[in-house]
């Protein structure tokens, strides 16, 4: 089946997966016209992270990421609320403060997205596990990286390709009573906050308590990996890295990433702490917060004991452990074109984290693209953020692609004159290439399909 030939097709679709490129990916197809089927295994088999039977439910962080204008995800949402992302409309619906970054609370936000694709006249969602990729319409593959095994032997199958893994993490989330507020204090970074008021509690570690900290990380007890033959170079993903992995790659790495002090005056003693932990509120109610960073792979047990260490969480109860579990996607640039259908056979599509992007939005983004090409096949332009991602889920060097978040390096560098013009200012540089692909986004909404 050639590319050009699924334009315009006014048949069913399959959407394999109801996280948030699935359901993201159905919204917009079945607003297009399409009857779609969306396929979710949940309540009928289940996963090793996921708690709910619910639609596009947030297994890690609650974090969209950055607002801030003229940041890489910034433009990527921006760019995908012109494009009409459902999913993008409903976290702003469920936001909860949390500074600069798009915070939702979960639980509203899954139940939202599962009421709305529910209620579309257009969706039927079957409750069932597939095992096998349908073979009489077009189908978006958006299993996820927990896909189960029956399907990844099938896409293994269908691509002709081994499965690849990597290992992504889950921070713990306390609860709020627990909480010592004596000695955590409510600031966000630099003051920087969405309405004013501080989005975070912050618990801050005296050089003694961080040395005492580290040492108990580094001596704490992991869990069994999920793969044998990984052990012992286990491929994290360098963006989520687990706090013991931080910590034994230098004793100050932690101060300069998940504990880092910058910008937050103890009201104790008007400084900087050596080292600080933030905690994010879980949801509107504030009775919930995500230890921000500190994914991990240590045993529930080791994670009580070290983690209370922490000022502020000595009596810390655990709603959620941190917990380690294995990630599925394909060889993107192997298998993929830049409109993310399988080189081998185009009427299959995949979209989210089994294509190999990284984070909530590149996996709503990868949904919403997938299903823009179905009814429209030209390519994103390569200076927007979407064009860019999907050109590097296509275009990277299969022999090292290792799933990626959209940063600005992904995307092309300004020409001879503005790169001159900018070289000394960063954000006006940043402004420019964001200026550049709104602009490259507008004119491509702006062709009639």
């Not at 997966?17 to 949940?42: D, I, N, P």
């Amino acid at each position: 089946m050639e590319i050009n030939k699924i334009k315009g097709a006014s048949g069913p679709v399959h959407v394999i997966g109801a996280g948030l490129a699935g359901t993201e990916a159905a919204w917009q197809l079945a607003q297009h016209g399409r009857a779609v089927s969306l396929y979710e295994m949940r309540p009928i088999a289940t996963s090793s992270a996921h708690k709910t039977a619910d639609m596009a439910e947030l297994v890690c962080s609650n974090s969209l990421k950055s607002e801030s204008e003229n940041s890489a995800p910034w433009l990527l949402k921006q760019e995908l609320r012109r494009g009409g992302s459902m999913l993008l409309e409903v976290a702003q619906q469920t936001r909860v403060p949390a500074g600069h970054a798009l915070t939702v609370d979960r639980i509203e936000f899954a139940r939202e997205v599962s009421r709305r694709i529910e209620a579309h006249p257009n969706i039927t969602v079957i409750r069932e596990e597939v095992r096998e990729i349908p073979a009489d319409a077009p189908v978006v593959v958006a299993s996820g990286p927990l896909t189960s095994d029956a399907l990844a032997a099938e896409i293994a199958r269908v691509t002709g390709s081994d499965r690849l893994f990597f290992y992504d993490s889950i921070s713990p989330i306390v609860d709020a009573d627990s909480i010592n507020t004596s000695i955590a204090f409510a600031a966000s970074r630099w003051g920087k906050s969405i309405d004013g008021t501080d989005d975070y509690l912050n618990c801050p570690l005296n050089r003694d308590e961080y040395e005492a900290f580290i040492d108990a990380l580094l001596a704490g007890e992991s869990v069994p990996f999920h793969i044998a033959e990984d052990n012992p170079h286990t491929p994290f993903f360098e963006a989520c890295l687990p706090v013991e992995e931080l910590a034994r790659r230098g004793r100050e790495t932690l101060r300069f990433g998940p504990m880092k002090p910058t910008g937050l005056d103890d009201p104790r003693t008007g400084r900087w702490p050596h080292a600080a932990v933030q905690l994010r509120k879980e949801n509107c109610r504030s009775d919930s917060y995500n230890l921000v960073g500190f994914q991990n792979h240590l045993r529930f047990g080791e994670q009580q004991r070290i983690f209370r260490m922490i000022p502020g969480l000595e009596k810390a109860e655990f709603l959620r452990y941190g917990q380690i579990h294995r990630n599925t996607y394909i060889n993107g640039p192997e298998l993929l074109t830049d409109t993310l259908q399988l080189k081998s056979d185009p009427r299959i599509f995949f979209a989210g984290q089994i294509s190999g992007v990284e984070g909530y939005v590149e996996s709503i983004a990868t949904g919403w693209a997938a299903a823009q090409f179905l009814v429209d096949p030209r390519p994103f332009p390569r200076e927007t953020a979407i064009g860019s991602l999907c050109g590097y889920i296509s275009g990277a060097d299969p022999k090292h692609y290792q799933p990626a978040n959209i940063t600005f390096d992904l995307l092309p560098k300004l020409d001879e004159a503005a790169a001159r013009l900018y070289r000394k200012d960063k954000k006006a540089k940043h402004a420019e290439v964001c200026r550049r692909a709104l602009e490259k986004i507008d004119e491509y909404f702006s062709v009639a399909v």
